[in-house]
């Protein structure tokens, strides 16, 4: 399976801060990466799809960039409602998988 | 709006078959080109996915758990579900049945709520 590796496992931020998340793969896998959120006790909710593609919906201030093994997910401005768990997700090859996760907290 | 709703087994005990059945709304499962996904989230850990099933009865599963699951598809009652036998301990998590991309992407855009399953002797 491919390792998806995500950078810092944890950060904390304030309202306004721009914040980047990274995800490493442990081998190529092209274009085929997307984000999630997911806050306590919900399920996760697609925020970018092929690296960089933005799901109808979400605030632009979101941004995703990388292509190949390094991948980043950026937040322009923190928002209140922000603060949240983001996971990156490979579905270049199976087994699809997922990294460990980036909490954004105050 | 599509919606996608866990129901099943939440406590088991250890040798017992988790089962579980997700059931979609708002929209037909054998519509456009999209899989239907059980991930799973354990304690602590990460999302795993555990495999999907296109309407067409297509599978694939996470070879980890290969040996020991089942997912199949009602496409009259609009369900699709899991089994996954011989639980043990380490397959206690949250169990999200979820809607994949809809050009047969390997992306995730419709989540259930997510159903609790402990397994505990």
């Known amino acids: 399976d491919i390792q998806m590796t995500q950078s810092p496992p944890s950060l904390s931020a304030s309202v306004g801060d721009r914040v980047t998340i990274t995800c490493r793969a442990s081998?190529?896998?092209?274009?085929?990466l997307a984000w999630y959120q997911q806050k306590p006790g919900k399920a996760p909710n697609l925020l970018m799809y092929d690296g960089s593609t933005l799901e109808s919906g979400v605030p632009s201030r979101f941004s995703g960039s990388g292509s190949g093994t390094e991948f980043t997910l950026t937040i322009s401005s923190l928002h209140p409602d922000d603060f949240a768990t983001y996971y990156c997700q490979q579905y270049h090859s199976y087994s699809w998988t997922f990294g460990r996760g980036t909490q954004v907290e105050i | 709006q599509l919606q996608l709703q866990e129901s099943g087994s939440g406590l088991l005990k250890p040798s017992e078959t988790l089962s579980l059945t997700c059931t979609v709304s708002?929209?037909?499962?054998?519509?456009?080109?999209?899989?239907w996904s059980w991930i799973r989230q354990r304690p602590g850990k990460g999302l795993e996915w555990i495999g999907y099933i296109y309407e067409s009865g297509t599978i694939y599963y996470n070879p980890s758990l290969r040996s020991r699951l089942t997912i199949s598809v009602d496409t009259s009652n609009n369900q699709f579900s899991l089994r996954l036998g011989s639980v043990t301990a380490a397959d206690t998590a949250v169990y999200f049945c979820?809607?994949?991309?809809?050009?047969?992407?390997?992306?995730?855009?419709?989540w259930g709520q997510g159903a609790p399953v402990i397994v505990s002797s």
């Open positions: 708002g929209g037909s499962i054998r519509s456009g080109r999209p899989s």
């Open positions: 979820v809607r994949g991309a809809p050009d047969s992407s390997g992306y995730f855009t419709h």
């Open positions: 081998q190529n896998i092209g274009k085929w």
